[in-house]
């Protein structure tokens, strides 16, 4: 009897770099959000920008740990949806929690854009592979 082939193309674990990778990408467009939310509103770009950023810092680090993030950082499902609702549902309740207020049109606004953001990097990531893969 022979031991069964193993499918080590879906179970092989990312590399460091490109668990830091993704993280980063995470961060920095998150990052991102808050500044062209901060300068759509004239309000100061880079003097408030931490006060707004850190709550939804808390929610993509709290979306990475739910999703353990760092066993499949690329993937659209889950670790990408978990990402983008834990930064918009945490980040929103952080907000309330230290008074920043939140408002029906910016949580609109902001689960539409960190959806683009953090899933959407995501998809592309996928869609570059799979046509590298389908050429090389």
């Known amino acids: 009897m022979t031991a ?6 879906r179970t092989a674990r990312p590399t460091g770099g490109r668990v830091a990778i993704a ?3 995470d961060v920095v467009l998150v990052l991102v959000f808050v500044l062209i939310g901060r300068g ?5 770009v880079i003097g408030g920008a931490l006060v707004t950023f ?3 810092a808390v929610g993509t680090l709290v979306g990475w740990l739910v999703s ?7 993937a659209l499902w889950p670790t ?19 008074a ?3 408002a029906v049109s910016f949580v609109i606004v902001a689960a539409v854009v960190l959806a683009v953001f953090l899933i959407g990097w995501r998809a592309a990531a996928l ?3 799979a046509i590298a893969a389908r050429r090389g």
């Open 4 to 9: 069964p082939v193993r499918d080590t193309t």
């Open 23 to 25: 993280a980063v990408i």
């Open 40 to 44: 759509s509103h004239g309000e100061n």
């Open 54 to 56: 850190w709550p939804f």
């Open 68 to 74: 353990r993030a760092w066993k499949a950082p690329f």
């Open 80 to 98: 990408g949806v978990i990402v983008w609702l834990a930064t918009l549902v945490v980040g929103m309740l952080l907000r309330v929690a230290s």
């Open 100 to 102: 920043q207020g939140i």
């Open 127 to 129: 869609a570059v592979r």
